[in-house]
């Protein structure tokens, strides 16, 4: 079982920039893939970001890439997703996830099998 609480949420302007971190229980959090997912209102939930732990690879959606960096720290079981120039269409709550022992098809959430409450980001303009 893994618990995963996000935190770093909050109402930013335009241009600017927040940090997202997501806290991992468990043992073996070395060898989990982790992912970011964003849902806006009305909207269904989409991929944002994916840190595979073979290799340390790391995916982004188009609308984010060059602005988003995802990173992780195996000592304090934590995955943060760094987001810069951000923009209104950026807005949405954001789901980090855990896929044990998973390194493919880190874009899709069906590939994860624990999700955080979420944590809203606002962009204003």
């Known amino acids: 079982q893994v618990q995963l609480v996000e935190s770093g949420g909050g109402l930013v302007q335009a241009g600017g920039s927040l940090r997202l971190s997501c806290a991992a229980s468990?043992?073996?959090?070395?060898?989990?893939?982790m992912g970011w997912f964003r849902q806006a209102p009305g909207k269904d939930r989409e991929f944002v970001a994916a840190?595979?732990?073979?290799?340390?690879?790391?995916y982004y959606a188009d609308s984010v890439k060059g602005r988003f960096t995802i990173s992780r720290d195996n000592a304090k079981n934590t995955v943060y997703l760094q987001m810069n120039s951000l923009k209104p269409e950026d807005t949405a709550v954001y789901y980090c996830?855990?896929?044990?022992?998973?390194?493919?098809?880190?874009?899709?959430?069906?590939?994860?099998?624990?999700w955080g409450q979420g944590t809203q980001v606002t962009v204003s303009s």
């Open positions: 840190l595979s732990w073979i290799g340390g690879y790391t």
């Open positions: 468990g043992r073996t959090f070395s060898s989990t893939s």
């Open positions: 996830a855990a896929a044990p022992a998973g390194w493919s098809n880190l874009k899709y959430d069906n590939r994860y099998d624990y």
